[in-house]
């Protein structure tokens, strides 16, 4: 299985730009590459996920690595809503099990 | 649409006892999943299903066993439970695995003592 490597915990300054990374070194050519969080007591929700180009929502940006070996999940101005554990995960298509890591836990200073 | 409902969103099991983990969804979406989360920790997969009468295992089976006799129902048996198995499940799904995203309930707190 190809596996995600992330940080295990991040802080950052309310209202500011987090980068959370994730190197994915094993992925193959059609794996994509998703992001999801987990917020206190609750189940884990999509945030973004992309193949080769950065990608954008209203949630957050994607940028993608150009050998596709790591990509970074930018929160352009963080709240303390955004405190979470956030998975990074590849989409699977060569077998069909969706495995996640420990993510990272980001810790939101107001 | 519900999307994905689990229940019960709570039970107390004492060890031995069985018990099954009711996981519906109304998005006729073909990949259903169940996950298991213990405190402190990431996402565990158990086992999956790509589509009615085609199941698999996850990473940690053992203990467990599901079946998919529709599109919409994908049900985890605790066959004999056991404090070990104290955790948080949660099911999800997808349309597909390939670039679509993944949708989870709201999870079923399960002790047992």
Not at chain 2, 30 to 39: A, I, L, T, V
């Amino acid at each position: 299985d190809a596996k995600t490597t992330q940080p295990n915990s991040m802080e950052s300054n309310e209202e500011e730009p987090v980068h959370l990374p994730c190197n994915h070194s094993t992925i193959s050519g059609t794996d994509y590459i998703h992001w999801y969080r987990q917020l206190p007591s609750q189940g884990p929700e999509y945030v973004i996920h992309g193949l080769t180009s950065n990608v954008n929502n209203r949630m957050a940006s994607l940028a993608i690595a150009e050998d596709r070996k790591s990509s970074t999940l930018i929160l352009h101005r963080a709240t303390l809503r955004d405190a979470a554990v956030y998975y990074c995960i590849l989409g699977l298509n060569r077998d069909d099990k969706i495995i996640f890591g420990k993510g990272t836990r980001l810790h939101i200073l107001p | 649409n519900a999307g994905v409902t689990q229940t019960p969103k709570f039970q107390v099991l004492k060890t031995g006892q069985s018990m099954t983990l009711q996981c519906a969804q109304d998005m006729n979406h073909e990949y259903m999943s169940w996950y298991r989360q213990d405190p402190g920790m990431g996402l565990r997969l158990i086992h999956y299903s790509v589509g009615a009468g085609i199941t698999d295992q996850g990473e940690v089976p053992n203990g467990y066993n599901v079946s998919r006799s529709t599109t919409e129902d994908f049900p985890l048996r605790l066959l004999s439970a056991a404090p070990s198995q104290t955790s948080v499940y949660f099911c999800a799904s997808s349309y597909s695995l390939i670039g679509e995203k993944l949708f989870f309930g709201s999870g079923t707190q399960l002790s047992v003592l």
